[in-house]
């Protein structure tokens, strides 16, 4: 179920001891399963912190807690501490399906196309405060998407939908013949880029 390192329960042992507090242990759940912005959260839990219907992982000395509608998504979960490379030292969730699992090869052609653009493009384009949501799949798989945030407007869209998104969705997603833009640039509020600065 969840693998916890030799290193990651002496590091919690060590904290709890320091606290004092009888029967405390770590609980662990997952925020937002099966969505892109899924995660996996670590906290100190009092025995009457409990709900009781938590499944235990006996560690060595403490017990770690998994929220019973968590244990699905973290399955297959790795809690570690990590050693950088400026020395430091860092605690890691490792949760291959927090996030929930691509669709299948059965699932339909639009399902596959949403499940790419929300895991895989855009936390990319997060990084620039911009998104591009699916309008229409078409049968004959053609994406049509609509940008948001700063790629509306941006002069790096067209760079962006060609060299990223359309390589990525093409690539992950048998079927997919054309992506193509959808959106007003002109009312861009935001753009990263505004269309008159690109060269």
């Known amino acids: ?3 916890i390192s030799d290193t990651a329960q002496t590091h919690f042992r060590k904290l709890i001891e320091r606290e004092g507090v009888p029967g405390m242990g770590v609980r662990v759940s997952a925020v937002d399963a099966g969505t892109p912005r899924a995660d996996a959260r670590l906290e100190f839990a009092e025995p009457a912190d409990l709900l009781g219907d938590e499944w235990a992982v006996d560690c060595d000395g403490f017990t770690l807690y998994v929220a019973s509608d968590s244990v699905g998504w973290l399955d297959g979960a790795e809690i ?3 050693t950088g490379n400026a020395g430091g030292q860092q605690l890691t969730i490792k949760a291959p399906r927090i996030k929930g699992e691509a669709p299948g090869d059965a699932a339909s052609l639009v399902e596959r196309v949403h499940w790419v653009v929300e895991n895989e493009v855009n936390p990319q384009l997060a990084s620039h405060g911009g998104k591009v949501a699916v309008q229409e799949v078409s049968a004959d798989g053609v994406v049509l998407l609509r940008f948001g945030g ?4 941006c002069g790096m869209a067209d760079v ?3 060299q990223g998104i359309e390589k990525t969705l ?3 997603v048998p079927g997919i013949t054309a992506v193509r833009d959808a959106t007003d640039h ?3 509020q935001a ?3 505004p269309r008159g600065n690109v060269a």
Do not use: E
């Open 191 to 193: 753009p990263y880029m």
């Open 1 to 3: 179920m969840i693998q």
């Open 150 to 153: 700063g790629c509306q407007g």
């Open 186 to 188: 002109d009312s861009g």
């Open 80 to 82: 570690d501490i990590v």
């Open 170 to 172: 093409m690539g992950r």
């Open 160 to 162: 962006t939908l060609k």
